[in-house]
């Protein structure tokens, strides 16, 4: 599964919603039986020390919880590992344009199991409404 755009208003960071975004998305994929989540992260500390390191140094400090980045250490702390550092992710100064693809594995994938559809959380049936009247345009 893909996901990107996971965001929190800045006045309720760090008090758990992001984390429980994160969760739900999870849970999502154990229903699914799907093997992971690939998700574009903004490094979003970075341009803070552009000028003395290169961002695979930086990166590397952020893995290894010698630096604290708003986003990338959040979702390393809910499980994600960084895949891979990718180049004009987004024209963003506080990442210098970097982005990093992290993924989380789903410990309960079972590569032998069909995917389980029917188990999804909430199923929704469309229905078209028979139309109304023009406004106007009815008996008065
Ligand atoms: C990334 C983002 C969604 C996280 O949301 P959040 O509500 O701040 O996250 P949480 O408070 O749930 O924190 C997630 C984890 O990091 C930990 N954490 C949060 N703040 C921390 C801090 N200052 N120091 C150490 N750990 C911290 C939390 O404890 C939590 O782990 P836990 O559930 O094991 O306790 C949020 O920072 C955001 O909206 N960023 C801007 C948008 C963006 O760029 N999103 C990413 C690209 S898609």
Redesign the pocket.
């Known amino acids: 599964m893909y996901g990107?755009?996971?965001?929190?208003h800045p006045a309720?960071?760090?008090?758990?919603?992001?984390?429980?975004?994160m969760e739900a998305r999870f849970a999502v994929l154990k229903s699914l039986n799907l093997r992971g989540l690939i998700?574009?992260?903004?490094i979003?500390d970075y341009e803070q020390v552009a000028d003395s390191e290169t961002v695979d140094e930086y990166v590397a400090d952020v893995v290894a919880g010698r630096r604290?980045d708003?986003?990338l250490?959040?979702?390393l702390?809910?499980g994600f590992k960084v895949h891979n550092l990718i180049p004009n992710y987004v024209e963003d100064p506080r990442t210098s344009n970097w982005g990093a693809a992290i993924v989380w594995e789903n410990p309960d994938y079972a590569p032998a199991a069909r995917p389980a559809v029917a188990a999804l959380p909430a199923r929704y049936d469309m229905r078209l409404r028979a139309p109304r009247p023009a406004f106007g345009l009815g008996a008065v």
Request: glycine fraction near 14%.
């Open positions: 990107v755009d996971t965001s929190v309720y960071r760090s008090r758990g919603v992001g984390g429980l975004l998700a574009g992260s903004l979003i604290f708003t986003n250490s959040k979702q702390r809910k």
